[in-house]
């Protein structure tokens, strides 16, 4: 390894800890009404997308059929209920697959 490279390599090493404990720094000085509103974008970021929120509806949807065991009531209710919004969460992806095949998106990611 030649002079120059070696230099190099340390002065990276060297630049890599100095960024890490900058980051040490800013996390450490972040308060919890930061880490807070930044826990909190992230579950919008999440629940922004449509497969979150099928999947929110079916945890919803079995539990309640877990809970009712077939018998009639509220939980079937519920069940019944949630079968029909996740119907709607499933004709919105379909018809959102269906305009990126039409626009010539076909391997984008369906959100």
């Not at 030649?2 to 890599?16: A, D, N, P, Y």
């Not at 069940?79 to 990126?100: E, G, P, Q």
């Amino acid at each position: 390894m030649s002079l120059i490279s070696r230099r190099t390599v340390e002065w990276w090493q060297g630049f890599s800890v100095l960024r890490e404990r900058e980051r040490e720094r800013e996390i450490a000085a972040m308060t919890t009404l930061d880490v807070t509103r930044a826990e909190i974008a992230f579950l919008v970021m999440y629940l922004n997308k449509a497969e979150t929120r099928d999947k929110i509806c079916r945890a919803i949807q079995y539990g309640s059929k877990f809970l009712s065991a077939g018998e009639p009531g509220v939980a079937q209710n519920v069940d019944k209920t949630t079968s029909l919004a996740r119907k709607v969460f499933r004709l919105a992806k379909v018809r959102r697959k269906y305009i990126l095949t039409r626009c010539g998106h076909d391997n984008m990611e369906i959100r």
